[in-house]
């Protein structure tokens, strides 16, 4: 049996769909009941197993509150780099898009903006660095 082989673009489209679910809140069953889908197929979405289409893809733009263009932002990271293209889009490393789709994720950056001041935002980052720099 042949392998699937994923299309990069399926699987950006579908990790941005995961994290603007998760974000909202929203289960997979949720946002199936809301698309006309199971949640099987949310899950085949958000893996990229499965290509959205367009007209999908704007009812998942209605349901998530976002502009359709959403789900491509991650696709300039992949694109060359352009004169008219901001360096933090084009040296955003994927690791950063993988992390942001995750629960941890969310929960940082959800947390992240609430902190009311940049100077308690500025202590936050150090901490977690010095979290992240301990030799236990």
Not at 53 to 58: E, N, P, Q
């Amino acid at each position: 049996m042949k392998t699937k082989i994923l299309h990069p673009t399926d699987k950006n489209v579908g990790s941005r769909v995961r994290s603007r679910r998760m974000a909202l809140g929203m289960s997979q069953t949720d946002l199936g009941d809301a698309l006309g889908v199971t949640f099987q197929q949310i899950q085949k979405y958000e893996k990229g197993t499965n290509r959205i289409g367009a007209g999908r893809l704007h009812r998942l733009a209605e349901v998530l509150k976002v502009d359709p263009a959403f789900f491509f932002e991650g696709e300039m990271v992949q694109t060359a780099h352009t004169s008219s293209s901001p360096d933090y889009l084009t040296d955003s490393p994927d690791y950063l898009t993988e992390f942001l789709a995750t629960s941890e994720g969310i929960a940082l950056m959800n947390a992240f903006r609430s902190v009311p001041t940049a100077k308690l935002r500025r202590n936050v980052i150090a901490l977690v660095q010095a979290l992240a720099d301990r030799d236990d």
